[in-house]
């Protein structure tokens, strides 16, 4: 592609920290989709309330991302890239007001170098809001790309440089568009290429889906039908980057998620109810060509075991329990966090939603759900650890306990001790409540199993006695020793004598009846009854020749 031409107004040097340095070229945004989440962090940052991203659909050249926040000027770039670690939104928070009055999501000054795993070749448009400007800028981080082997040696390293100008435009609409160029041939575009599994049938280029939201429900509810989707790296690329897009991001839910009406109520609802109240406040929306991004939750998720779909009929037992939070840490700082767990009886799928997911100001914490909450469960059942899901909103306490990278918390930070103890108690209780629903259900298997069973004998034996031309009921009774049934084995036998009778032939009443507890002997019952009708054909004392007969068979 041929460089864009301008007259730059200005030119500097991008100092970066040789420690940030160190975090960035050993790949700290390790979520496929981590650098997009910090563009689309900073535009939420921004106070934008639309964000658009284009793959550059099908060859995925270039990357550009498209929103409708307050801008930025010549000045507050500048002190963007000559202070990296120093975050403006700490420093500078007026620059960031508006009347949406959201929480702050940046904190280290660090996000917008996470590009450099797309592209090392970036250009921005700006229009700041109310300033009558145009922004122009290109970013050159070839001399990351360059030296990042040798870094070692530098206290201090030239990340790049940025070029910019500033025109005077008529005022009008603020945003800013940031293009990604020659993005082909590095890791990202690999992973953006993947071949996988394909779920989706996206809108056209330059196009976008008629009703927001229904695509990525589509690609969650095909998923679940899945039974090979066991985790998200076997989709293909475009549509693993959307999901995990989804999960980070602080967007909507989808439409009658995280949790499918009908499956939960009281206090429970009231919470997952607040959340979702939550999402819809912030007012913000990402498209990824041409599909709204929105939380991939929609439990329970109906990926049936083969016991599962043997008993369909079997109503679905889940358990969702409130989350809760709040108090002081031991250096009296405030932590206050609300959430839901959720099981099921069948396994959750993929693999990445099994566990606690934390969000701290509506971001997603990891790529994954953070399962360290329930990993001193792991001398417990382990069949529950796949069938337990759950999400935690910290809105207060943790902020100077996120990684660098947000993959996660340090847990020896005050804060997340406690916010861990507190909520891992919950979760302990709620692992025991799911077990006693687990241990419920096995038994309503069980019974289930039994009938069916009960009634594969049944119509086995009326298909013998159809075959001997024998016209009787046959029915379960329980069972009874035979010392207890007065029987002539002429119209009243039972089989066999001295124990438990798993037959018993009632010639009176034309009526067999079958043991509750025959199950496997239903082959012995069935020749047990052939026997019994060929002695009383063929012998000359039927009742004795049968008496006989049921004492061998004791």
Do not use: C
Request: aromatic share 8%.
């Amino acid at each position: 592609m041929t460089p864009e031409v301008f007259e730059p107004k200005d030119r500097f040097d991008i100092q970066v920290a040789l420690k940030i340095i160190r975090h960035i070229s050993s790949g700290i945004y390790r979520d496929r989709a981590g650098s997009l989440r910090e563009l689309i962090s900073n535009a939420f940052d921004a106070q934008a309330t639309k964000v658009s991203i284009d793959t550059g659909y099908p060859k995925h050249n270039k990357i550009v991302v498209r929103d409708n926040g307050l801008g930025i000027d010549g000045t507050t770039l500048r002190k963007a890239f000559t202070q990296i670690g120093l975050s403006l939104k700490k420093t500078n928070p007026e620059l960031y007001s508006s009347d949406l009055r959201r929480p702050m999501i940046g904190q280290f000054g660090i996000g917008f170098l996470a590009v450099a795993h797309i592209s090392k070749d970036i250009w921005i448009t700006s229009y700041p809001r109310d300033k009558g400007i145009e922004l122009k800028a290109h970013i050159d981080l070839k001399p990351y790309f360059l030296y990042q082997d040798s870094i070692e040696t530098f206290d201090e390293f030239k990340f790049g440089t940025v070029n910019y100008q500033e025109t005077l435009v008529p005022k009008g609409a603020a945003g800013t568009t940031i293009e990604l160029r020659d993005v082909s041939g590095g890791n990202f575009h690999k992973i953006l290429t993947h071949d996988g599994e394909r779920l989706l049938k996206w809108p056209a280029p330059g196009s976008q889906e008629s009703k927001p939201g229904s695509l990525m429900k589509q690609l969650v509810e095909r998923s679940q039908r899945m039974p090979s989707l066991l985790y998200l790296d076997r989709l293909q690329g475009r549509e693993e980057i959307l999901w995990h897009l989804g999960m980070t991001a602080p967007v909507r839910y989808l439409d009658g998620g995280p949790i499918r009406p009908g499956n939960i109520e009281g206090e429970a609802e009231q919470v997952v109810g607040r959340l979702r109240k939550y999402n819809e406040a912030l007012k913000f929306e990402v498209w990824m060509d041409g599909v709204e991004v929105r939380k991939p939750i929609l439990l329970p998720n109906y990926h049936l075991t083969r016991e599962d779909e043997e008993f369909a009929d079997l109503p679905k037992k889940v358990l969702v329990s409130p989350l809760h939070v709040e108090g002081e840490s031991e250096r009296h700082r405030k932590v206050k966090a609300e959430g839901y767990l959720f099981y099921q009886p069948s396994r959750i799928v993929p693999a990445e939603l099994r566990g606690l997911y934390p969000r701290v100001r509506g971001v997603g914490i990891g790529y994954t759900y953070e399962n360290r909450f329930l990993s001193y469960l792991t001398a417990e059942t382990p069949i529950l650890r796949v069938q337990i899901s759950g999400e935690l909103y910290v809105f207060d306490g943790l902020e100077e306990a996120l990684n660098l990278d947000r993959s996660g918390f340090m847990e020896l930070d005050p804060e997340y001790q406690y916010l861990a103890d507190r909520a891992g108690r919950q979760v302990t209780d709620f692992f025991h409540a799911a077990r006693t629903t687990h241990g419920r259900r096995r038994r309503s298997l069980k019974e289930k199993e039994y009938a069916a069973e009960r009634d594969r004998q049944i119509s086995s034996i009326k298909r013998l006695l159809k075959h001997l031309g024998i016209r009787a009921k046959v029915d379960i009774r329980p069972d009874a020793k035979t010392s207890e049934l007065e029987s002539d084995f002429v119209t009243l036998a039972v089989y066999p004598v001295g124990a438990a009778s798993d037959l018993v032939i009632d010639r009176g009443k034309h009526q067999i009846f079958l043991s509750s507890t025959a199950g496997d002997e239903i082959l012995l019952g069935k020749v047990v009854l052939a026997v019994d009708w060929i002695l009383g054909r063929i012998s000359t004392d039927a009742s004795s020749t049968r008496r006989e007969f049921a004492k061998t068979l004791g």
